[in-house]
């Protein structure tokens, strides 16, 4: 999934400012993320305190670590919108990418120990009981679940937000392993006593590859990775489009954040004045800024024709 940020209510005269709305829904979805975790471990303990079923410890152990996980995104989202200052110029939004491997860190972890006690009840079967107070509980972590996932895709679309993209992976899978928890509940019911500890091995199979994407796009944003190609090409068309623009080359991009951060140099007709070179630098800057909202643009003006040595 590639997370792109949109400008925010631009065309409406009394909109809140985007960065504004982009804060502000982000620590909706920290605070709501944290609350939501809390209750979901209040009920699955209750649930598995009642039937003992190991699926259902997988579950609460998922939500134990996804309330750390949410408490770590709260507090590293609020540092992300910091502004920048004089010792970090280009903000804080790394931030994010630094809690998105922590997180990362939390589920590899839960799914370690949920396979050691899969095991173990597989060696060691143990009949599960109280089945019914297991399957209402179970269905209302899935409804919970579902309410904050909604909440988490929608602050995703409108603020490109890393962080908040990690915490709703974690929780889809989250909302997948209650349904088959739920399943394994159900099967349980039936005497199938091995189904509580194999549908568990298949919750921490989903949660070690749900943790791949999130380790991609933190590892990418911290080592500086390139923007998709494809953004790169836009801004290659964008700043050739001005007929005063001759040509361009050394086009550096990468993401700190929410914010794209390009770096291009123009060539121009060596005969202009540094005005109109700054004049025409600034149109091309503009135009690329109308595309990636926020983005943080240097733009180099070269005269055309002349070889410079390139940095790879």
């Known amino acids: 999934m590639r997370i792109t940020s949109q400008p925010l209510n631009s065309g409406h005269r009394n909109a809140e400012p985007p960065q504004k709305q982009a804060s502000r829904l982000l620590k909706l979805a920290t605070v709501a993320s944290v609350a939501a975790a809390c209750l979901l471990i209040t009920i699955k303990a209750f649930a598995y305190v009642n039937t003992d079923a190991v699926s259902?410890?997988?579950?609460?152990?998922?939500?134990?670590?996804?309330?750390?996980?949410?408490?770590?995104?709260?507090?590293?989202?609020?540092?992300?919108?910091?502004?920048?200052?004089?010792?970090?110029?280009?903000?804080?939004?790394?931030?994010?990418?630094?809690?998105?491997?922590?997180?990362?860190?939390?589920?590899?972890?839960?799914?370690?120990?949920?396979?050691?006690?899969?095991?173990?009840?597989?060696?060691?079967?143990?009949?599960?009981?109280?089945?019914?107070?297991?399957?209402?509980?179970?269905?209302?972590?899935?409804?919970?679940?579902?309410?904050?996932?909604?909440?988490?895709?929608?602050?995703?679309?409108?603020?490109?937000?890393m962080a908040i993209h990690a915490d709703s992976v974690h929780y889809r899978a989250d909302l997948l392993s209650n349904a088959a928890t739920l399943v394994a509940l159900l099967l349980a019911g039936q005497g199938i006593t091995k189904a509580d500890p194999v549908f568990a091995l298949l919750i921490a199979g989903y949660l070690l590859v749900s943790t791949r994407e999130i380790l991609r796009q933190a590892l990418n944003e911290l080592l500086d990775r390139e923007l998709p190609e494809t953004q790169r090409q836009v801004i290659k068309e964008i700043a050739l489009a001005n007929p005063e623009v001759k040509g361009m080359h050394d086009l550096r991009t990468r993401r700190s954040g929410r914010t794209p951060i390009i770096q291009l140099h123009l060539e121009m007709d060596a005969d202009i004045s540094l005005r109109e070179a700054h004049r025409i630098a600034d149109e091309v800057e503009t135009a690329i800024s109308k595309i990636f909202p926020g983005a943080d643009i240097v733009v180099h003006q070269d005269p055309a024709g002349l070889v410079e040595i390139q940095r790879w």
């Open 56 to 161: 259902i410890l997988a579950s609460l152990l998922d939500s134990v670590m996804d309330a750390g996980a949410s408490l770590l995104n709260l507090i590293a989202v609020r540092y992300a919108l910091t502004p920048a200052d004089r010792n970090h110029r280009f903000g804080h939004g790394k931030a994010e990418s630094l809690a998105a491997l922590f997180q990362a860190g939390f589920i590899l972890a839960s799914s370690a120990f949920l396979i050691h006690e899969a095991i173990h009840r597989l060696l060691t079967p143990v009949a599960v009981t109280e089945v019914r107070s297991g399957v209402v509980v179970m269905i209302l972590a899935m409804t919970v679940t579902t309410a904050l996932v909604s909440l988490q895709r929608y602050v995703v679309r409108r603020t490109g937000s």
